[in-house]
Every structure is written in C-alpha cells, then in structure tokens.
C-alpha cells in the first residue's frame, strides 16, 4: 500500500531538426482511505486519512512526470481528491473537486487519478475536495528538477516538508453538515499542527511534538505546505532567518526574512542555515486574522534541535512573529515575492489582453425560509463572488459540458459586478443579500485574460485566498482601497511578476492578476478560506477546446465515478 512503483515513458521530440528524447518517469501509488484513530490535545477521534497517516504520504516526483494514483475508498462517504497546483494540461478529468469535474468516489469503489506535471518545479500538495474532508486527507507533492538539471539555488543538505494543518476535537463532516442546516457558523478548529502535531503549547500535547535535528553549519530545504482550512497563517524559526526561494510550484528571486504569511492553498520552499549557537528553537505557526470575525488563537509548534554535546535550555527560544492583525507585515512579506524571470526560467506574462473580469467577493447573507435558521441575525451567512453565491450541481459540471447536459449550470457569470457602490467603504445602505447560481465564464482558447479581484466591507471584510485550477498566473498588481481601471494598471509589474496559483486578496483592496487561458478544460476558481467557499464564495472557468486536437481537451478515462 502506498508505494511507490516507477515507469519510465520516452517521449521523442524533433526540436530544429534534431532527434531529442526526453525522459519523463511515471509513478504509481495506491491511497487507501481509511478511518484511523488519532489522539491530539487530550482527546481521541477517529478520522479519514490516507493510508492511515495524518498528514498523508508525500508524493515525489520529477518536472514532467505523470503520477497514477489509485484512490480506493474504503471510508464510509464519497470523496474526491484534487492535485492543487499542478495544472493538468488538457486532462480536468484528474483535478478533482466534487460536482466541478467528478461526482464523488462511492464508498466501497476506487477511482484512478492521472497527475500529468508539465511546468511545476518545487512543491505543490493534494487534498480531498469535497465536504470538508480536507482537514484529514491531505499531504505533499514534492517535484524535483528534471533529471540533469539542479536548483537555482546551492544544493541543501537535507529536505523536510512542513506541513501546517488545523485540528479539529469534533469530526468535519458533521460541522461543515450542522452549520449548512443550520446557517449558523462551522465551529472553529481546537488547534494547529505541524507535521501532524500541535506542540508543547497546547495540553497534552509535548511527548509528540515534531522533532527536526539539525547538524551545525549545514543548510536545510523546508517544503511548507499551508493545508490550515480557515485562517491565514504566520511562520517562523526562533534566531534563523528564512530564505524564500520558491511558491507555488515555482522559484522566485531569494526573500530574506524573518517570517512568512502563508495562506491556506499556498506552499513555499524555504532554505535556512543552521548556524547558530546549538541549542533547541521553536518553529512557530500561528494565524494571521484581519477582521473582527473571532478566530482561534492559538499557535502550533515544532522544536528544531542541533545535534551535539550541550545542554539544552529548559524551555526552546521562541520566534518573535508579527501580531496576528499585522496587515501591514503581511502585505510586506507578500509583496516582496517577485519571479526570477530571467533567461533560464523566463516568464509570461500577457502584456495585452483579450478579456477582462473583474470579481466582486463578498461575505453576504441569504434569508431563511420560515426562520428556519438557528443564528442571531436570523439569516444565514453566504459568500459570492459578484453577487452569485456557487450552488453545487448534483452532476459534475466537466461531464455536463462534454456531453451537453442541460439544466447543470448556466454559461453566464457576470463580467463585473452587478451594480456599483463603494465596495471598500462605508457599505450599511448597500444590500448583503446575494443570489444563488451555478454561473461559468466560457473563454476562448489561448486568449489572454485578466482578473481583478475586488474585496467589500460587506458583513466581515477580510482577506481571501483565492485559488485556480488549472493554471498558475502572474499577480500584476495589489492594492487597497477600489481598483481604479484607468490609474491602477499603469503601475502593474509586468516585469517580475510573482507565478503563483492561490493569491491572498487583501482586507479593503484589490488584486490584478493574468494568465493565458491554454489549457482547456472545466476549471475550479473560490477562496481557499473552507467556510467561505462552502459559503458559495467559488465559480468555474471554462477555457474551450483550440482549433487542433494538441490545444482539445483529452477524452475521459474509460471510468468516471457516476453521480447518483
Ligand atoms: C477506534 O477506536 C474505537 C474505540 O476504541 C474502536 O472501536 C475502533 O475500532 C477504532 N478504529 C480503528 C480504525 O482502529
Ligand atoms: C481499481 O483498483 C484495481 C486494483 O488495484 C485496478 O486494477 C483498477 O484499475 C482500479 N479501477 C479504477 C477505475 O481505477
Ligand atoms: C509536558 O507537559 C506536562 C504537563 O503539561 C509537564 O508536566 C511536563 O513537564 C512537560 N514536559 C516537557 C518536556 O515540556
Ligand atoms: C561552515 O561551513 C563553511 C562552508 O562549508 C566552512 O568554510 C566553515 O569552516 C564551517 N564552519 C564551521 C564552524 O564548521
Ligand atoms: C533577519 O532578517 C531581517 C529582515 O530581513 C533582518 O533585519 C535581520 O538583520 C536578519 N537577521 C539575521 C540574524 O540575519
Ligand atoms: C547564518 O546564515 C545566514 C544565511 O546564510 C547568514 O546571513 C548569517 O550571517 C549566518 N550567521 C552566522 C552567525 O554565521
Ligand atoms: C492570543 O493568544 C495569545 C497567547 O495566549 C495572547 O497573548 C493574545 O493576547 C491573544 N490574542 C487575541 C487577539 O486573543
Ligand atoms: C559532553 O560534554 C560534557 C561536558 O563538556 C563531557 O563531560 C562529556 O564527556 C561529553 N560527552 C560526550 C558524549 O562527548
Ligand atoms: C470609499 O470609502 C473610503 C473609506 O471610507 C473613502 O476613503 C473613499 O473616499 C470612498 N470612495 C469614494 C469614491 O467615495
Ligand atoms: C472602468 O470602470 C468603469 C466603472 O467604474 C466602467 O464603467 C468602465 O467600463 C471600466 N472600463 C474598462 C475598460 O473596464
Ligand atoms: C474538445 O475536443 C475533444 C478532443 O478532440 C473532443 O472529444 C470534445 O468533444 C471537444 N469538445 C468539448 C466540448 O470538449
Ligand atoms: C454531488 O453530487 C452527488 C450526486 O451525484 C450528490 O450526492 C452530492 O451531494 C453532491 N455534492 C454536493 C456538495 O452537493
Ligand atoms: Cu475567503
């Protein structure tokens, strides 16, 4: 179970005349899900998990290597798997998220995901994508450079993948259910981990903690993966400073720090020395909150540990970390990220566009029928994304487009707000109701597109992470306050954009990014905040088949999971 058999595929290629083969290996893993017990903060639960393992196995591969995994459920409901970052080149049949791509895999079936990677480089990471079932089946994806080639950086000594996640005493399915019936908020997670654990700051919780030894003089590659479901998150080691050198799947030009704000979806590679005095030092993972919405607050740590003959102080340095309402240290640190964009990993980005979108997102309010909901503002909490909040088809909206169902979902998402009003100031004459849609944005292939995400002070302003499938994209531009489509764009980077696939929009204020839309296909686009996006905050992108069978959708695997 789990492991990890290896293929080898030769693809051969006329490149100017010459006869090149590339070699791409292809992997195979088994992921058996299973409930398992776990005990974390004085109290035991048992939970789905991959293969028994809280966080999952990690996948590794190469750039350009195809990953089979056979997904066998032997849980008690349906789930699906997403391979979050990886873009899946003309395959959405493999991406995963419930009723976009694939109606669910049946308790009792198995389903078998085909990864294709093509650019990724660095780390990325995969979680179930239905109900909230991602809070214990997730883990990392670890994509190595092509064989002969190395990093843009000096070779670490060792690697590790961090993986930050929540804990939660109760069991998911059932909060993410109640809080849908009952319209009242999910409960909050009791806690954070670190590789699985919480750390000495929370009770019962020390004998565990997550140990990583470190030799003197030596630099280590952590692979930080941010799989939190509903908080932002602040990162740092006690006396070591961080050196960023990849997000998303992709290198960025080298950050000095002394911490980082990581969203929930985001994954950074991070490189740090250890050279300081030998002793014991706290890694720390706590949230980054901007809004006046409570949030748990509390902090996740692990103890990195220099190997050698000394006496460890009794209690570990602990890292200073910005406050957690410190927007302005978040903003900083996230619009420091900049890509290498130079001759050996270029970009591309468009400089002119072909369509442009511009994304009202809102937490908003739907009425309850016959005060049937149980909260004190007597209506129910709703998120959208100009002003339709995403209802989930009971079939995948991939196989009602490839087969022309109708009544699944309407081609009509709006190009920009439906009316217009100060977004980010004072919003108590402006209305929280939303309406309900399963609404997609056809778009052509190969055009350049534009989207420009909007926060609102409506109900709680805050920030969102907002993720793609199927792509990555250049963030252009950030700001705060109403984008200004006439000032704004003159201030855009088009030179060392950062290429990610989850971009923190800020409290109050705006983000710009492009893509290119070639890859068709039936693409996931919501906040990766997981309430919000059970709220409705998500929609779909539809990129159209190109005009050659290379630029066309691949046909669906023989078998697809049925919807019920
Ligand atoms: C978890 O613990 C319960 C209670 O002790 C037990 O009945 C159950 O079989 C355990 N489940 C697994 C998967 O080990
Ligand atoms: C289900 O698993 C079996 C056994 O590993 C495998 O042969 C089969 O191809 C899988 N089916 C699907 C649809 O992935
Ligand atoms: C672990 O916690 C217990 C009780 O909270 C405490 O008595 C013990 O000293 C702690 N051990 C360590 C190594 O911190
Ligand atoms: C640390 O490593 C550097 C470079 O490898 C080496 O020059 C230096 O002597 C080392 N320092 C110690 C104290 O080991
Ligand atoms: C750590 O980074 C901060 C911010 O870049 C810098 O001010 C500080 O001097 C650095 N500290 C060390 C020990 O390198
Ligand atoms: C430790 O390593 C960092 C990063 O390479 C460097 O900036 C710093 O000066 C080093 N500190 C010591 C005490 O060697
Ligand atoms: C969060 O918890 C820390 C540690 O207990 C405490 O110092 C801080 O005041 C708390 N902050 C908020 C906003 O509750
Ligand atoms: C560790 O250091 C102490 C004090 O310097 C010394 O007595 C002891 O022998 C050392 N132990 C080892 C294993 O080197
Ligand atoms: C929108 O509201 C903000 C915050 O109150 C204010 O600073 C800004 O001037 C307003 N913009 C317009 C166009 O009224
Ligand atoms: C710019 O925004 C205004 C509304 O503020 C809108 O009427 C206009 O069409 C927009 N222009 C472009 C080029 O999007
Ligand atoms: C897109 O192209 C594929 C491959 O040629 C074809 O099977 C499919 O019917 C086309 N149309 C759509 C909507 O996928
Ligand atoms: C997805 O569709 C299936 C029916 O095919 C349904 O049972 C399930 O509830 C749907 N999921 C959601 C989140 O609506
Ligand atoms: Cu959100």
């Known amino acids: 179970m789990g492991q990890n058999k290896m293929g080898l595929i030769l693809v051969f290629l006329f490149l100017d005349g010459l006869l090149v083969c590339l070699a791409a290996d292809v992997h195979y893993y088994d992921f058996v899900l299973q409930e398992a017990n776990f005990t974390r903060m004085c109290s035991t639960k048992s939970m789905l998990t991959v293969n028994g393992s809280f966080p999952g196995p990690t996948i590794q591969a190469r750039k350009g290597d195809t990953i089979f995994v056979n997904v066998i459920n032997q849980g008690t409901y349906g789930v699906t798997i997403h391979w979050h970052g990886v873009k899946q080149p003309r395959n959405p049949w493999s991406d995963g998220p419930e009723n976009i791509t694939q109606c669910p895999i049946a308790a009792g079936t198995n389903f078998t995901y085909e990864v294709i990677l093509s650019t990724e480089e660095g780390t990325l990471w995969w979680h179930a994508h239905s109900d909230w079932t991602r ?79 470190v030799e003197y003089n030596k630099t280590y590659l952590l692979r930080i993966v941010n799989a939190v479901m509903n908080e932002e998150t602040f990162f740092g080691i006690a006396n070591h400073n961080l050196t960023v050198v990849a997000q998303d799947g992709a290198y960025i030009k080298p950050i000095n720090t002394s911490y980082i704000m990581i969203t929930p ?19 720390a993972a706590s949230p980054y909150h901007d809004s006046v919405v409570t949030f748990p607050n509390s ?164 920030s969102h992470p907002i993720h793609l499938h199927g792509f990555s994209f250049y963030v252009v531009g950030t700001g705060s306050g109403n984008f200004n489509n006439v000032t704004d764009p003159t201030n855009y980077n088009l030179v060392d954009p950062p290429e990610i696939n989850t971009v923190n929009l800020p409290k109050s204020g705006w983000v710009a990014i ?36 290379d630029t066309s959708m691949l046909p669906p695997p023989s078998y697809m999971p049925p919807c019920s």
């Not at 049937?372 to 009602?400: E, M, W």
């Open 135 to 213: 809070a214990t089946v997730h883990g990392a994806i670890v994509i190595l450079p092509a064989a002969g080639t190395t990093y843009p950086f000096p070779t670490p000594y060792k690697e590790q993948t961090i993986v930050l996640a929540s804990w939660f005493k109760g069991d998911v399915m059932a909060i993410i259910t109640t809080s849908i019936e009952t319209g009242a908020d999910p409960a909050h997670e009791d806690g954070y981990t670190i590789n699985g654990e919480p750390g000495d700051l929370y009770d019962c919780s020390n004998e565990t903690t997550y140990r990583l030894s």
């Open 265 to 283: 979806g985001q994954t950074m590679d991070v490189l740090f020395a250890a050279n300081q005095t030998l002793s014991h030092y706290y890694m």
């Open 299 to 462: 902090t996740a740590t692990a103890i990195v540990e220099y190997e050698g003959n000394y006496t460890a102080p009794s209690s570990p340095f602990f890292p200073t970390l910005p406050a957690y309402n410190d927007i302005e240290a978040a903003q900083k640190f996230t619009n420091s990220v900049k890509s290498l964009a130079n001759e050996e990993y270029p970009i591309n980005v468009p400089e002119t566009i072909d369509t442009r979108i511009y994304i009202a997102v809102s937490i908003n309010a739907l009425t309850c029928p016959n005060s049937s909901c149980d909260t004190a503002t007597g209506d129910k909490t709703a998120a959208s994304l100009n002003n339709v909040s995403f209802a989930t088809p009971q079939i995948d909206i991939l196989q009602a487009y490839y087969r022309g169902l109708n009544n699944v979902f309407d081609q009509d998402f709006p190009n920009e707000p439906p009316f217009f009003y100060n977004f980010t100031g004072d919003v108590s004459n402006v209305s929280l109701y939303t309406a309900q849609g399963t609404k997609a944005r056809m778009i052509d292939y190969g055009e350049a597109v534009e989207i420009v995400y909007q926060g609102t002070n409506l109900r709680a302003a805050m």
């Open 514 to 549: 492009r893509f290119v839309a070639d890859n068709p296909g039936v693409w996931f686009l919501h906040c990766h905040i997981e309430r919000h996006a059970s709220w409705g905050m998500d929609t779909v992108l539809i990129v159209k088949n190109g005009t050659t069978s």
